[in-house]
């Protein structure tokens, strides 16, 4: 056995509060799920530090707030890299500890300088931010381009058939799902009408690379496959893998043994393949005889969204399953469904199975990892919580900035303050609040957990508090700034 601890980081995307039987959900069951987060330390109060993708996972691996980071939004395929190669990044501080490193799953963290020749040797990557091996998708299933990357080099990719991706037009001749809906199996209903793969319209265009492309139904099958791979070539030595699932995120493709196996539809029935494949990382760990040296992080980079983009049957099978848990808003939302996720720490025989009530954060893995391995890492944002996370402790944070969309609020103790901002009180393309209003907003999240009762008026030296912190940490409201475009 290896004397320093494996790590595995399991990275949902857009699982909700409440999509757990774990978490209480009562209409879905997700037993291996429920072994990770009833085995070890559940976390009540886990945030992801953005309430969309690309942010959360700019921050669980550099240890910075995303909102110090002004390109850290939503990316296209086709974005440069967001982390930059002199960055601390937790892969990297694992290198230094002896780690082998890998990612396996979702990156959409940009890729080279944005442009990108894709039928070439693509770097910078993950591999230059200290992944020693990865094998990722570039952005996100819905988004071109539809293919894999093995440490840079798109896999399967014909030198007779080269990759083209373009975002502000189509190539010609190219069918969409705008112009071509006779073409389409999965039916759009926002942003998704662009190049149609596998009869399913994404965001951007793509042509060529027949070969290379994914199919979507194996997907899942596909990371496992490297997933268990992974694990079993570096078990002699201590491994960090991030696993980067793509479920819940559309499209939601699940593989025939799952389809309508959870009775709501695609969106659940990808959450129960998921929650498969986490079984079937347990069961290789436990045959590798890794389990009790294997630290598992579980967790997902921002809260639910049912219709998001696609006509699946979310709304319309969901019945009394609520994903976000009795919390308010979700997926791009700045009020506590938007950042507050499924969150757990386990290591069989280490840790004890316990509930946790403190406040961690996502942005906090790299200073606890790292100290876990005994790098005394110190970070403007990153706080070592490693007791807290291995349940020997309590005492978490005591304030966290959340964003979503450009716009930023505070949770400080059992108080949340979101300040003014213009725009949209509801999404129009996903029907979420998105915690917009030209009024302070001020909610005690341990009494009103669904944030119900605006406190303004009734605790004005608690909103006074709490707006002198925000500015402290934040700087000046900007209750003008426009909330960036959802796609």
């Given at each position: 056995m290896n004397a320093k601890p494996n790590v595995i980081i399991v990275y949902m995307d857009d699982l909700g509060y409440g999509d757990l039987s774990s978490y209480g959900a009562n209409t879905i069951q997700t037993p291996n799920?429920?072994?990770?987060?009833?085995?070890?330390?559940?976390?009540?109060?886990?945030?992801?530090?953005?309430?969309?993708?690309?942010?959360?996972?700019?921050?669980?691996?550099?240890?910075?707030?995303?909102?110090?980071?002004?390109?850290?939004?939503?990316?296209?395929?086709?974005?440069?890299?967001?982390?930059?190669?002199?960055?601390?990044?937790?892969?990297?501080?694992?290198?230094?500890?002896?780690?082998?490193?890998?990612?396996?799953?979702?990156?959409?963290?940009?890729?080279a300088d944005g442009n990108i020749d894709w039928n070439q040797q693509i770097s910078p990557g993950p591999n230059e931010v200290g992944f020693d091996y990865s094998y990722i998708m570039a952005a996100t299933q819905d988004r071109v381009p539809t293919v894999y990357i093995k440490n840079g080099t798109v896999e399967n990719l014909e030198q007779d058939d080269p990759i083209m991706v373009n975002y502000d037009e189509n190539f010609e001749g190219e069918p969409t799902g705008l112009d071509n809906p006779e073409l389409v199996e999965m039916k759009w209903h926002h942003g998704h009408n662009n190049s149609i793969v596998n009869g399913i319209p994404r965001i951007g265009y793509m042509k060529g690379g027949e070969k290379a492309k994914w199919d979507d139904k194996d997907m899942a099958y596909t990371f496992l496959e490297e997933v268990k791979s992974f694990i079993g070539r570096n078990k002699e030595k201590p491994f960090f893998l991030y696993y980067a699932m793509q479920q819940p995120h559309v499209p939601r493709t699940p593989a025939p043994e799952f389809v309508g196996k959870s009775g709501m539809g695609p969106r659940g029935d990808v959450i129960l393949e998921a929650d498969w494949c986490v079984g079937e990382l347990l069961k290789t760990l436990k045959e590798q005889e890794l389990l009790e040296n294997t630290l598992i992080v579980f967790t997902s980079d921002n809260g639910p969204v049912l219709n998001d983009g696609y006509y699946d049957d979310a709304v319309e099978k969901l019945g009394d399953h609520d994903p976000a848990g009795g919390l308010r808003g979700g997926k791009y939302s700045l009020y506590e469904a938007g950042t507050r996720v499924p969150f757990a720490t386990y290591w069989k025989g280490r840790i004890e199975p316990t509930t946790n009530n403190a406040?961690?954060?996502?942005?906090?893995?790299?200073?606890?990892?790292?100290?876990?391995?005994?790098?005394?890492?110190?970070?403007?944002?990153?706080?070592?919580?490693?007791n807290v996370l291995l349940g020997e402790s309590s005492q978490g944070r005591e304030s966290v900035i959340l964003e979503a969309t450009g716009r930023t609020a505070l949770r400080s103790g059992d108080y949340i303050l979101i300040p003014p901002y213009k725009g949209a009180a509801v999404s129009q393309h996903v029907n979420i609040e998105l915690g917009n209003s030209m009024d302070y907003q001020l909610?005690?999240?341990?009494?009103?957990?669904?944030?119900?009762?605006?406190?303004?008026?009734?605790?004005?030296?608690?909103?006074?508090?709490?707006?002198?912190?925000?500015?402290?940490?934040?700087?000046?409201?900007?209750?003008?700034?426009?909330?960036?475009?959802?796609?």
């Open positions: 799920f429920d072994k990770i987060v009833n085995g070890g330390v559940k976390f009540t109060n886990g945030y992801a530090t953005s309430a969309t993708c690309s942010p959360s996972r700019y921050a669980l691996l550099t240890g910075r707030y995303p909102w110090r980071n002004e390109n850290a939004k939503i990316l296209p395929g086709t974005a440069p890299m967001l982390i930059d190669t002199n960055q601390i990044t937790l892969p990297k501080v694992l290198k230094k500890a002896g780690y082998y490193t890998g990612i396996i799953g979702k990156w959409h963290l940009g890729l406040i961690v954060s996502q942005v906090d893995l790299l200073s606890s990892i790292s100290h876990l391995v005994g790098i005394n890492l110190q970070s403007e944002d990153s706080q070592n919580l490693k909610y005690n999240i341990k009494s009103d957990p669904g944030q119900s009762e605006n406190l303004v008026e009734s605790q004005p030296e608690k909103l006074e508090e709490m707006i002198a912190q925000f500015k402290e940490i934040r700087g000046e409201i900007n209750s003008e700034a426009e909330p960036l475009e959802l796609k």
